[in-house]
């Protein structure tokens, strides 16, 4: 069965720093990896995904993401926090056994990100 | 080009009573996901459905949880005799075939 873990639930920096939000999986099938931000009463807005490729993939708003198979980790960075970057963070894994289509997502407890000024 | 669009936004039930959250998915989707987020939780994979068919409910409650997605109109989250433990956000997700699913905001349950 397909898991994913995001360590730390709330992670805090200062605006400018680093971002690194971490998320670790298990699949016993090529995993097709994704994050999602959620701001407040939101729906889940699509960052990046990894289907196949390059293993270092960028997204919106500066984020990126580098699948690491050997360590089983898909986190998160971006070089330089905004204050708009606050909002809670999901990992998720596809499950693909449906004959090419997407699968249902397997989700992290997401991480809230706070951006201090 | 809509987005997923889902209604009501917020839907207040007292116990017993049932619960209808409508999901219509942007527009060439054919493929409809439901899941449920717990507070201080990630969301949660219910149901999956194509055009008049159930693909995979495995995350669906055996009981007072049914979906479906007709021919014509929205898809439909059903939840009958609601409990305390059933109110959570509930978010709808559209996809085609091998591509992104794109979330709509979010039914938020409250019961009473």
């Known amino acids: 069965a397909q898991s994913v873990t995001q360590l730390g639930s709330h992670v805090s920096v200062s605006e400018g720093a680093l971002v690194l939000l971490r998320c670790n999986y298990s699949?016993?099938?090529?995993?097709?990896l994704f994050w999602y931000v959620q701001y407040p009463n939101q729906g889940l807005q699509l960052l990046l995904k990894?289907?196949?490729?390059?293993?270092l993939v960028k997204g919106i708003n500066g984020f990126e993401a580098e699948f690491k198979k050997s360590e089983t980790s898909f986190h998160l960075t971006k070089p330089s926090a905004h204050m708009s970057d606050a909002a809670e963070y999901f990992c998720?894994?596809?499950?693909?056994?449906?004959?090419?289509?997407?699968?249902?997502?397997?989700f992290g407890k997401g991480t809230k990100l706070s951006v201090k000024p | 080009n809509a987005g997923v669009m889902q209604n009501p936004r917020h839907l207040v039930r007292r116990r017993g009573q049932e619960a209808r959250l409508r999901c219509s998915p942007m527009?060439?989707?054919?493929?409809v996901y439901w899941y449920r987020q717990l507070p201080e939780e990630g969301l949660k994979f219910m149901v999956y459905?194509?055009?008049?068919?159930?693909?995979?409910e495995s995350g669906m409650p055996k009981e007072r949880f049914s979906a479906e997605f007709p021919k014509e109109g929205p898809s439909i989250l059903r939840i009958q005799q609601v409990v305390r433990g059933d109110s959570a956000a509930y978010f709808c997700?559209?996809?085609?075939?091998?591509?992104?699913?794109?979330f709509g905001p979010g039914t938020r349950l409250t019961v009473l």
């Open positions: 527009k060439g989707h054919s493929h």
């Open positions: 998720a894994v596809s499950d693909q056994n449906y004959g090419g289509s997407q699968g249902n997502l397997i």
């Open positions: 997700a559209s996809s085609q075939m091998s591509n992104e699913q794109f």
């Open positions: 459905l194509q055009k008049e068919n159930i693909i995979d």
């Open positions: 699949s016993s099938v090529p995993p097709y």
């Open positions: 990894y289907t196949t490729g390059a293993t």
